[in-house]
């Protein structure tokens, strides 16, 4: 059994030590391989681990005939052409809620950095205006988080998660999503289902927390940005794709936002063309930007990789994976 290791090598040696992988032999190749290195290194592989932002195409499925799964390390399977796959025979699986509780706890730390202006604040006093900024803060008013209204864009594990862990600050979570829960799941997690138009237009926070599909694709533009409050924060802890940079920007210069905060930011990896890497001074401020490092924590990868493991035996035993995202119906 031949495993390829799609730039995922580090990972699979840290995180995966304490799991038997009953003699697989591991491939390792780097994140960005073409199928023509895919050809040369790993032509009769079975089996591929990709990291969640490697492009996974049918040229690539070509150069492995005896391929019968390809994992997404992550939760996200938008690089991986799952269409081809289904049409060849090929199994894609992701780690869906794998990272519920990273991606939440992050999502919750960077509500409370911008709505506290932990950022400003610090350069403030890094620059010696403790005493100016803190009566600066206490004119503005400083709010508790039970102060706001969240707005969340899609109620998945990662929104779950972020819901059941602003109960104790008393935030008024509201959410909207194609697919709309029972009442006992609504009445678990404290929230309240609102029209996606009335959501945007009256919630003081805004968090996404959808996949990149065409629906969803650059949903958050001019027109999006336009219908929500003034002085509104808004924040993107799922896919940069899911955004137009300049519109964003444009919302925070003129006022419409104040404040944003991604974990994610596309094109990724970022480079020094990125928009958002010459932003006016004026605003940098209102804006905090990690590395895409949410859901990449200790647990999150240990919980992906007993999956990965188990999928790959179930499947080399004729039996079913779990989180199978392009069984045809």
């Given at each position: ?27 390792a190749v780097a994140g960005d391989a073409s199928p023509e290195v895919l ?100 004119k503005a008013g400083i709010k508790e988080l039970s102060d706001y ?181």
């Amino acid at each position: 059994m031949k495993v390829v290791l799609m730039g995922t090598e580090t990972r699979q040696t840290k995180f995966a030590y304490d799991i038997d992988i009953k003699g697989a032999e591991l491939i390792a190749v780097a994140g960005d391989a073409s199928p023509e290195v895919l050809a040369e290194k790993a032509a009769d592989a079975e089996y591929v681990i990709a990291d969640a932002i490697s492009s996974f195409t049918a040229a690539h499925m070509d150069a492995m005939p005896k391929l019968k799964l390809v994992h997404s390390e992550g939760v996200s399977i938008n690089k991986i052409d799952t269409a081809a796959a289904a049409e060849k025979g090929i199994i894609v699986c992701s780690n869906k809620g794998a990272n519920a509780v990273s991606v939440a706890e992050h999502t919750l730390t960077l509500i409370m950095a911008l709505t506290k202006s932990i950022y400003p604040a610090y350069k403030a006093v890094m620059y010696g205006r403790q005493i100016e900024t803190k009566t600066n803060m206490i004119k503005a008013g400083i709010k508790e988080l039970s102060d706001y209204s969240l707005g969340m864009i899609g109620f998945g594990d990662i929104a779950k998660e972020l819901a059941r862990m602003l109960i104790p600050f008393g935030t008024k979570v509201y959410y909207t999503d194609i697919f709309r829960p029972s009442p006992e799941i609504e009445a678990k997690y404290n929230v309240t289902y609102l029209e996606r138009e009335e959501l945007i237009s009256t919630c003081d926070i805004i968090s996404l927390h959808v996949p990149v599909l065409p629906s969803t694709e650059n949903m958050v533009d001019r027109e999006f940005l336009s219908k929500m409050k003034k002085d509104s924060f808004f924040i993107n802890t799922a896919r940069g794709e899911l955004m137009v940079n300049e519109d964003v920007i444009e919302a925070l210069q003129i006022g419409k936002l104040a404040g944003a905060a991604f974990d994610t930011i596309a094109p990724e990896p970022v480079l020094a063309d990125n928009p958002w890497l010459s932003i006016p001074p004026e605003i940098a401020d209102k804006v905090i930007i990690t590395p895409h490092i949410a859901g990449v924590t200790i647990n999150m990868f240990r919980k992906a990789y007993r999956t990965i493991w188990s999928n790959i035996f179930k499947v080399e035993a004729g039996e079913e994976p779990v989180n199978w995202v392009n069984r045809k119906k």
